[in-house]
T-cell receptor, first 113, second 108 residues
Framework: DAGVIQSPRHEVTEMGQEVTLRCKPI?????LFWYRQTMMRGLELLIY????????DSGMPEDRFSAKMPNASFSTLKIQPSEPRDSAVYFC???????????FGPGTRLTVL | GQNIDQPTEMTATEGAIVQINCTYQ??????LFWYQQHAGEAPTFLSY????GLEEKGRFSSFLSRSKGYSYLLLKELQMKDSASYLC?????????FGAGTILRVKS
């Protein structure tokens, strides 16, 4: 079975540009999570969805960040405009509601110059 | 906040046993997870504790004491491939709150 799929795996962009990160959860999983990992702050939850509905976005740093889940098999995290401090690894994870374990995707390493 | 504390780094010898501790100052969580993360890779699930006590899974065991506010991950018969970061996380509903992680270095 395919795991969580994320694209791109690496993204280098210039400050001020729009960045869109993509995630395909594991089929049958109805919860999806976006995390950010940095050396300074560790692994932080940004937002999560249940059945495509955003439930908790309290971890989203500011209005420059937005996330959508138009259907059960696709989600995006958008940063507009991007800033150097957004440089991090962004992970997407998914789980079934009846199970506790979250499965993480390989991550997108974002560098904003 | 949850104030989840883990040692920053640990070093152990191949074949030995190592215990990685996780302490927290909170209550009301559903359960406690341990994840392993190799450098440049995604976190992968190791263990989950809901009740106090020891959960054993092969070379890895995890222990939880809610009354004492701590957990530990025990790794036996260490192998070089166990060199990784180990993350403790508290579960609140669907949310996980992670500690900063412990970098374990296994030397030969």
């Amino acid at each position: 079975d395919a795991g969580v799929i994320q694209s791109p795996r690496h993204e280098v962009t210039e400050m001020g540009q729009e960045v869109t990160l993509r995630c395909k959860p594991i089929s049958g999983h109805n919860s999806l999570f976006w995390y950010r990992q940095t050396m300074m702050r560790g692994l932080e939850l940004l937002i999560y969805f249940n059945n495509n509905v955003p439930i908790d976005d309290s971890g989203m740093p500011e209005d420059r960040f937005s996330a959508k889940m138009p259907n059960a098999s696709f989600s995006t995290l958008k940063i507009q405009p991007s800033e150097p401090r957004d440089s991090a690894v962004y992970f997407c994870a998914s789980k079934r509601s009846s199970y506790n374990e979250q499965f993480f995707g390989p991550g997108t390493r974002l560098t904003v110059l | 906040g949850q104030n989840i504390d883990q040692p920053t780094e640990m070093t152990a010898t191949e074949g030995a046993i190592v215990q990685i501790n996780c302490t927290y100052q909170t209550s009301g969580f559903n359960g406690l997870f341990w994840y392993q993360q190799h450098a440049g890779e995604a976190p992968t699930f190791l263990s989950y504790n809901v009740l106090d006590g020891l959960e054993e899974k092969g070379r890895f065991s995890s222990f939880l004491s809610r009354s004492k506010g701590y957990s530990y991950l025990l790794l036996k018969e260490l192998q070089m491939k166990d060199s990784a970061s180990y993350l403790c996380a508290l579960e609140y509903g669907n949310k996980l709150v992670f500690g900063a992680g412990t970098i374990l270095r296994v030397k030969s």
